[in-house]
């Protein structure tokens, strides 16, 4: 059968729409039944209208009587236009929000349409994503067409349609970043067991394996780095602490302090408290610029670590977690943020130190081997 321009038409209307053309058939069903309610009959309630879907024949029935008015078409076609387009909007919202809420938790990539002052639309393709200040990383730079990876985090009805909230300040956009990336993750052998984040700063994550030949922290890290390296590009930088998971939960502790060396953990159950004890040259290393390894620390394991030997300090800095959480939200970390570009020094200056000690052991041992002799 040829098709016809009406057929054409309305295949062509789906098809740019993305709604099925059965919906696009029933909104000028709606739309022609109007027309001849608002001229001919307004209290009638047993109208109905029919549409031939090959030749845009269209009839109006009345108790199955054809009561079609004649020169219909032309007085219903304006009337009609516009209650089929308004329909066909409401159905585009409804397959959108429909798509977009079975989505929620996904990654998907978009680029900048706009900058509304603080806030960030991004072009998703057939809608656009909202960047909130809450969902931005601070440290980030964003410009109109930049392209970017965003995690989709709630879908909602407002005024104009469907609102589809995304973020890249949230920790989930990190583990979904990781899924991506490492094919253990993506089939579960490989489980992100616990995440903490200061968005744009620093990441700690903790992986464990089903399978004990497989290395979770090395699936993470990949072939010399090329995993964590393709996300902390993506993230600009901000760096990632991969950390073995373990169920004995003092070794847990220990681990979540990395990269500092913990030489014993003493655990306080009924408060959920952890003692731990770190080398005396370690203890900056611990508790980190501004205490954010120890801040880390303590929302990866959910047990408030205190640092023998540095409890003073760290209570300087350590925070509740509700004041953690508000600071996340309005991402404010002024304190990690300004000494973001640094890499750590303890590390560094420790075998200087070292070289120190030995250049002094070195001056004197001359001086006391004549007195042997």
């Known amino acids: 059968m040829a098709i016809t321009e009406f057929s054409a038409a309305l295949n062509q209307v789906a098809t740019e729409r993305g709604i099925p053309v059965e919906s696009v058939l029933e909104s000028i069903k709606v739309a022609l039944v109007s027309a001849y309610k608002k001229d001919y009959g307004k209290d009638d309630t047993d109208v109905v209208a029919e549409i031939n879907p ?11 009587k054809d009561v079609t008015p004649s020169g219909f078409g032309r007085i219903a076609a304006q009337t009609a236009k516009q209650v089929i ?14 798509e977009y809420k079975d989505r929620v938790g996904t990654i998907v990539s978009g680029h900048i ?15 656009h994503g909202i960047l909130l200040p809450s969902e931005k990383v601070e440290t980030e730079d964003y410009r109109v067409n930049q392209r970017l990876k965003v995690l989709i985090k709630e879908v909602r009805e407002g005024s104009k349609g469907p609102e ?52 979770p922290v090395g699936s993470c ?40 060396r913990v030489t014993e953990v003493e655990l306080i159950g009924e408060e959920k408290r952890a003692v731990v004890s770190v080398p005396e040259d370690q203890q900056s290393l611990a508790i980190g610029k501004a205490g ?16 023998k030997g540095a409890a003073g300090f760290f209570d300087e800095v350590a925070e509740t977690p509700e004041q953690e959480e508000k600071k996340a939200v309005v991402g404010v970390w002024d304190a990690a943020i300004k000494e973001q570009k640094h890499e750590e020094k303890e590390p560094v200056e420790q075998p200087a130190e070292t070289d120190e000690s030995a250049k002094e052991v070195s001056q004197e041992e001359p001086q006391e081997a004549p007195e042997e002799a």
């Open 54 to 64: 090959e030749t845009g024949e269209a009839r109006i029935l009345k108790d199955s």
């Open 85 to 98: 387009l308004q329909n066909i909007r409401e159905t585009e919202k409804e397959v959108i929000f429909d």
């Open 113 to 127: 349409f706009r900058v509304d002052g603080d806030t960030i639309v991004l072009d998703l393709g057939k809608a």
């Open 164 to 215: 589809i909230i995304v973020s890249r300040a949230d920790p989930q956009f990190i583990v979904k970043l990781f899924e991506q990336e490492v094919p253990e993750i993506a089939s579960g052998i490989v489980k992100i067991e616990a995440v903490a984040r200061e968005a744009g700063s620093r990441t700690k994550i903790a992986v464990s394996s089903t399978d004990e030949k497989i290395d």
């Open 221 to 260: 890290v990949g072939r010399k780095g090329v995993r964590v390296q393709s996300i902390i590009s993506e993230i600009f930088g901000e760096k990632i602490d991969i950390i073995p998971f373990s169920p004995v939960i003092d070794k847990f502790i220990a681990a979540s302090l990395s990269p500092a």
């Open 292 to 307: 954010q390894n120890a801040r880390l620390a303590n929302k990866l394991t959910r047990w408030k670590i205190d640092i």
